[in-house]
């Protein structure tokens, strides 16, 4: 949830439960606080939405750092060794088992590793003549078969991270607009009474205005699920 968003669904929670201790007969501020109600209840959920997606691509990033390094220690390594021995008799085979170091990001890495599994299964026969151990390529395809769920896993979670946001963005901005339609029925029915006068209006100030940062309009989480920090000053929703 960006800083902003953030502060409003606060705000809006805030004055919801104010507005909940303080009923009123009139009409139009029902309307408005039920409003309020709603566009809090539904701003929590979004926020929920928005940390699961969170810990969707964090477990994600973990998952396949974890099986990358099981990969290359075990299957990769294996069939490498492999491969130069293949060599011999076949030159041409031999590069297939050549894993590239420039391999680093993960699609690269993915595609690498999936092309050597591949070669070895159509090349099983010749390879288990030089030790190709079995069990080790079956849990090479296993361990790419998690690689896959693993990012299948980040993707749903940054999917679901940033459809959150953008709702949540819109949610937060009508939660403003909500508190602001509020405001004016409030500074009258309390104009005689300080102290719940001075309750609202801390109750609709909203904390700490984020400056402006590079995070992603639309929401997009980075690979580790992180977004930049925000700061901020004060200000009311008035």
Request: glycine content about 8%; charged content about 25%.
């Amino acid at each position: 949830m960006n800083g902003n968003a953030r502060r409003l669904l606060e705000m809006g929670a805030s004055a919801d439960e104010f507005s909940v201790a303080h009923p009123d007969t009139d009409a139009g501020y029902n309307v408005s606080a039920t409003r309020l109600t709603q566009l809090v209840e539904r701003g929590r959920g979004l926020a929920a939405t928005q940390r699961e997606g969170v810990i969707d691509v964090h477990a994600a990033a973990a998952q396949k750092r974890t099986l990358r390094r099981a990969m290359l220690a075990g299957p990769i390594a294996h069939l490498a060794e492999l491969g130069r021995l293949a060599a011999r008799e076949d030159h041409e085979l031999g590069k297939s088992f050549i894993f590239k170091p420039s391999a680093e990001t993960y699609l690269a890495f993915r595609t690498a590793a999936g092309t050597m599994a591949a070669a070895a299964q159509t090349h099983k026969e010749l390879l288990m003549k030089h030790g190709l151990s079995e069990s080790v390529l079956n849990l090479f395809v296993q361990l790419l078969d998690q690689f896959d769920s693993a990012v299948s896993l980040g993707a749903t979670g940054r999917a679901a991270h940033k459809a959150a946001t953008r709702e949540l963005d819109v949610v937060a901005a009508e939660i403003g607009r909500t508190v602001r339609v509020m405001d004016a029925h409030n500074q009258q029915r309390f104009q005689n009474d300080g102290q719940q006068l001075g309750t609202w209006n801390s109750v609709r100030t909203v904390l700490g205005r984020p400056k402006p940062v590079s995070t992603p309009k639309d929401g997009t989480l980075q690979e580790d699920g992180t977004t930049p920090p925000t700061n901020g000053d004060v200000r009311p929703a008035a």
